[in-house]
């Protein structure tokens, strides 16, 4: 495998399931990152971890729970979402450090739908 | 506050007809301006990082400019497989904002 996965591809639960969205970077670097894009909006930022730390907090819900248990892996752990959850989440990473620290390498999305 | 703005919301070309997609943004401090494209249902795919005004970068058929203003992504001859989102994202002292895309389509 190489760049950044994300598994599942798709998802659709009910408003009480839990489950859980893996991302895993084969890429070396150091900071990770979860979005979610929904139609018609920007990408938003949610989570950011810098080094298995978490830096960046962007009010997101705590019905979201991100876990990066190494450098290479990050997780989303969804527990009773609402349907206007339902969007594509991105996976991100990027080098922890130098000029090119902003530059964000992504996966190809998890599109989580909510019933 | 930080601000990107990308025109025109949606692009329809006629293979082989060259175009210009804008972003324009307002930014206290730049530390680079990015270009990703994004097919349907995918993740963003990384172009381009200019880092100041005057810079240029190309690759195939794509072309970005950047002004202390605005950024160019220029494409020259495209095809039918160049059909995609275009974003602009910037980076600030503080934050990274990212654009909603210009919507390319290009017709064979």
């Known amino acids: 495998e190489t760049g950044v996965t994300q598994t599942p591809r798709h998802l659709v639960m009910g408003m009480t399931n839990k489950k859980s969205l893996k991302c895993e970077q084969h890429?070396?670097?150091?900071?990770m990152y979860w979005y979610k894009q929904s139609a018609k909006k920007p990408l938003e930022l949610m989570f950011v971890?810098?080094?298995?730390?978490?830096?960046e907090n962007n009010s997101v819900p705590s019905r979201f729970s991100p876990e990066c248990p190494n450098s290479s892996h990050l997780f989303l752990h969804l527990h009773t979402l609402q349907p206007e959850d339902s969007a594509l989440y991105l996976c991100a990473s990027s080098q922890g450090s130098g000029v090119d620290t902003d530059t964000q390498y992504f996966g190809p999305g998890t599109r989580l739908t909510v019933l | 506050e930080d601000q990107v703005t990308q025109s025109p919301e949606a692009l329809r070309l006629q293979e082989g007809e060259s175009s210009s997609l804008n972003c324009s943004y307002t930014?206290?401090?730049?530390?680079?301006l990015f270009w990703y494209r994004q097919d349907p249902g995918k993740g963003p795919e990384f172009l381009f990082t200019l880092y100041s005004a005057g810079e240029e970068k190309e690759k195939e058929r794509l072309k970005a400019t950047l002004t202390k203003k605005e950024s160019f992504l220029h494409i020259t001859a495209p095809k039918p497989e160049d059909s995609a989102t275009y974003l602009c994202v910037l980076r600030g002292n503080e934050k990274l904002t990212f654009g909603t895309g210009t919507r390319l389509t290009i017709i064979p």
């Open positions: 971890y810098s080094l298995e730390e978490r830096v």
């Open positions: 930014v206290s401090g730049l530390r680079g």
């Open positions: 890429l070396g670097h150091n900071a």
